[in-house]
Structures are given as C-alpha cells and as structure tokens.
C-alpha cells in the first residue's frame, strides 16, 4: 500500500518484517507490491540493521529494505511466530495494514486444503487483528487519530469507516483461535515462503 520510507525501518519479530514488505510497494515504478528475492539477513551483530532484498512483481526492478528488530530475533531460519512480543504497536504497519493482512491471511486460509496450514494461517490472521486492537483508545469504537500512517490509508477509513471500527475486528476475531498467544507455537509455513 505504500513504499518504503527512507532509513531503517524498526521492526518487532522477523514476522513483521515480511508482513510489512506484502503490503509495500515498488519504490520505482509504485504500480506492483514486492516480492522477497531471498531470506532475511543480518548484516552484523547487535543493533545491526537486517537486509530483505526485494523485487518489483511488474518492473523486476530490486531494491533493500534495511530493519532494526526489536527484540532481537535469535536466528532467521526459525523464526518465532509471534509477530510483535512487545505490548507496543508497530511502527510500520498501520490500522488499515493489519486489517488488509488478516483478511487476506483468512482467504488463504480458506483455500487451503492442508488443516496444520489453515490452522497456522487462522493463527497468524488472529494476532494481526491483535496488533490493529492496539489503534483503539479504551472504550472507543472508533481508531486513534494517529492510526493510519498514509494519505492512502486514510482515504479508505474515510471511505469505509465500518471495516476499521473496534466492533468489527472484535467481531473477526472472534471467529479465529487463539493459541498464538503462547510462546510455544512455531511457524510451520516459513514467513519467506508467503508469496
Ligand atoms: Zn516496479
């Protein structure tokens, strides 16, 4: 939905990292989302950024998307399952981005014929609705005024304010399980594997 800003992007999990490169979009042309062209890599150690090199889906043009993660990950072959460990919100998908996410997370898991897979995938849809509850005041049906971070995102709320309103991600997320929120849950589908 938008292209990658300049500088480090700040990350909480390997997880989000390539959740936020599915919603970005070619930083050259900005017709086509990217594509993943390998895995995640460190580049050092410590608060080193990490490197996704990315593709264009349309152009073929290749560009880097460089992410500190906080807390560190301990191995990018396995990655933990949980998207963001932190009680903070994200930094770089939006309200809208996680919404867009866990319905299309919920559509793959529609189609596919694997039950481990579907189970995993309604897993994942379901903290990517967690992480949109955290755009919500108290109390409040309505987001945060802060809870859209591009003018595209924006104009969909404005355009569709029910599919962002607290009573219906509550309500899609009551449909899904919920057994990601333990720790010990670990992804079968590799995150780089999505696409
Ligand atoms: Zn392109």
């Known amino acids: 939905m938008h292209a990658p800003p300049d500088g480090p992007l700040h990350a909480h999990s390997i997880a989000e990292t390539f959740l936020f490169a599915q919603l970005t979009y070619c930083p050259h042309c900005r ?23 990315v593709e264009c889906a349309g152009c073929g043009r290749g560009t880097e998307l460089r992410f500190l993660i906080d807390p560190p990950p301990r191995s990018p072959e396995q990655p933990d399952a949980r998207i963001n460990p932190t009680p903070a919100r994200s930094d770089l998908i939006d309200l809208a981005g996680w ?33 949109a509850m955290k755009f919500f005041e ?58």
């Open 31 to 53: 017709r086509r989302p990217v594509r993943p062209a390998e895995r995640l890599r460190a580049t050092g150690g410590g608060r080193d950024p990490w490197l996704l090199a």
């Open 99 to 131: 919404v867009t996410l866990a319905r299309g997370i919920i559509d793959g898991a529609q189609k596919t014929g694997q039950r481990d897979e579907r189970r995993d995938l309604l897993l994942e849809a379901e903290q990517c609705l967690g992480e």
């Open 138 to 195: 108290p109390g409040r049906d309505d987001p945060c005024d802060d809870a859209f971070f591009t003018e595209a995102s924006r104009a969909r709320a404005k355009e569709h304010p029910d599919a962002f309103s607290r009573s219906t991600i509550v309500a899609l997320r009551s449909k899904l399980p919920t057994g990601a929120r333990g720790p010990q849950i670990k992804p079968r589908r590799p995150w780089w594997k999505w696409w």
